[in-house]
């Protein structure tokens, strides 16, 4: 473990997605004890997607825009998180990059399950695209991407997009993505006392997201049999996080369908260590998703 990271373990809180509700609450009051996030050179702007219930974005427009955007999808297991929480990745990103930062409050899970979420991301993607000179947004320059459950659904957005011949998607940007719900790799077997995410936390988070449904590969993009004609990816894991493996074998089955893809297997880490600023690893690793994102919408 990275020695900055490994002194912050015995005051990190236990993810317990027993109860959501609950746990929302408990989510709610750790977000509340942090310092806001630093929205130095952006301008903000808050709006609602017109589509099923009406999707809210926050829009983090930098003022030297590099006239890209990218549809940022948050984590917390398909159960928790928003876009005051968001902000905490989303002006870095913004303000690294340059492009345009539209971060979706999608519907959460048990409440709303699969595809609710998927149709919120897909709806905030069409809109987008739609309004792009009205966001100032060359739509030939959109990339979504996600942290955990987020990447999960950018991945899947991706997908949808290919399959459905939808807007075109410039680069996908998954950071320690839940990809697989089956568990058979060797991190997701392994690793059941790792900080913030474990083995059985995977589990109840799909088992609130998916129900009784069975997993289609929108909804586990690691199903999909074909991932040719997908956009090019910087895939991030983490060393102990049981959504290391997927991450990894996805970097690969995209490189043999034809995508070009960077992987960075960041050593040391755990999933969402990033949210420890102070600690140089995570400085290094959110300044790379922001250089990732900049490659890529570049002209």
Request: without cysteine.
């Amino acid at each position: 473990m990275d020695p900055e990271l490994e002194a912050f373990i015995p005051l990190l809180s236990r993810t317990d997605l027993t109860d959501p509700v609950a746990y929302r609450t408990m989510y709610a009051q750790l977000a509340a004890t942090r310092p806001a996030a630093d929205t130095t050179g952006l301008e903000i702007e808050d709006r609602t997607v017109p589509a099923g219930p009406g999707v809210p974005v926050r829009i983090n427009r930098p003022q030297q825009a590099v006239q890209g955007a990218l549809i940022w999808l948050h984590g917390g297991a398909w159960v928790v998180g928003d876009l005051d929480v968001e902000q905490h990745w989303a002006a870095p990103i913004a303000q690294l990059s340059g492009a345009v930062v539209i971060t979706v409050d999608y519907r959460l899970s048990p409440e709303n399950r699969f595809p609710a979420a998927l149709d919120d991301a897909y709806a905030v993607l069409a809109w987008t695209y739609e309004h792009a000179a009205e966001l100032g947004v060359d739509p030939a320059r959109i990339a979504v991407g996600g942290h955990s459950a987020g990447g999960n659904l950018a991945a899947a957005v991706a997908l949808r997009a290919r399959d459905e011949q939808g807007p075109p998607i410039r680069f996908q940007l998954l950071n320690e993505a839940i990809l697989d719900d089956r568990q058979q790799t060797w991190s997701a077997r392994n690793f059941t006392d790792t900080p913030w995410n474990t083995r059985a936390v995977r589990a109840a988070a799909l088992d609130h997201y998916l129900g009784s449904q069975a997993a289609t590969p929108y909804a586990a993009p690691a199903r999909a049999t074909d991932l040719s004609g997908l956009p090019p990816a910087y895939i991030a894991t983490a060393e102990f996080d049981p959504n290391r493996d997927e991450g990894i074998d996805y970097a690969l089955r995209l490189l043999q369908a034809g995508v070009s893809v960077e992987l960075h297997q960041w050593p040391g880490t755990f999933h969402g260590s990033q949210a420890i600023t102070s600690a140089g690893v995570s400085q290094r690793q959110i300044a790379a998703l922001g250089a990732a994102l900049r490659r890529a919408l570049a002209d």
